[in-house]
């Protein structure tokens, strides 16, 4: 008898672990969910709330932010590890450099001489006192410099200042 039961009870508990695997069920639901036919009396599922943006990203470059060629950023005489990735507004007065900054790194820039051929900005990167205590965290800041008139195709000159 004691075989008999403890047969059928392995066979249940089988039967039932079988049957759940092969459902694709969350844990702890009874089973897949099915579809109800519902009346034209009940209410309409709730849609989800729509998804906007507010203020800038905090990572790439911003929507309506206009990526400058290569081409027209000279990079040459910045030390390693200095940011050099830009972007314009698209009335072209405002260039916005991104970086990286953290710990006790930090990063500022200014717009130095304006030609009809060139723009040049002067970027600074800070770092701790030899010894000093940082905390270990990056993010991503973007640093917004105006310009007199629009880029156009003036060269971008990146100088450490």
């Known amino acids: 008898m004691r075989t008999l039961l403890g047969t059928v009870l392995l066979l249940l508990t089988l039967t039932a672990c079988g049957a759940r695997s092969d459902t694709g069920a969350a844990p702890g639901s009874t089973g897949p969910e099915t579809p109800t036919t519902t009346s034209s009396s009940s209410v309409p599922p709730v849609?989800?709330?729509p998804s906007h943006?507010?203020?800038r990203p905090?990572?790439?470059i911003a929507p309506g932010d206009d990526v400058i060629a290569e081409s027209q950023v000279d990079a040459r005489s910045l030390p390693e590890?200095?940011?050099?990735?830009?972007?314009?507004s698209l009335d072209g007065k405002?260039?916005?450099?991104?970086?990286?900054e953290g710990g006790c790194r930090r990063v500022s820039a200014r717009v130095g001489e304006q030609t009809p051929q060139q723009v040049v900005v002067l970027?600074?990167?800070?770092?701790?006192k030899k010894g000093q205590m940082c905390p270990d965290y990056i993010r991503e800041i973007t640093v917004p410099l105006a310009l007199t008139e629009p880029?156009?195709?003036?060269?971008?000159?990146?100088?450490q200042g």
């Open 123 to 128: 970027i600074a990167v800070s770092a701790g």
């Open 47 to 49: 849609a989800p709330p």
């Open 81 to 88: 590890g200095y940011p050099r990735s830009l972007t314009r």
């Open 94 to 100: 405002t260039l916005i450099l991104q970086a990286e």
């Open 53 to 55: 943006t507010v203020g």
């Open 151 to 159: 880029l156009g195709t003036r060269t971008v000159v990146l100088r």
């Open 58 to 60: 905090t990572q790439g």
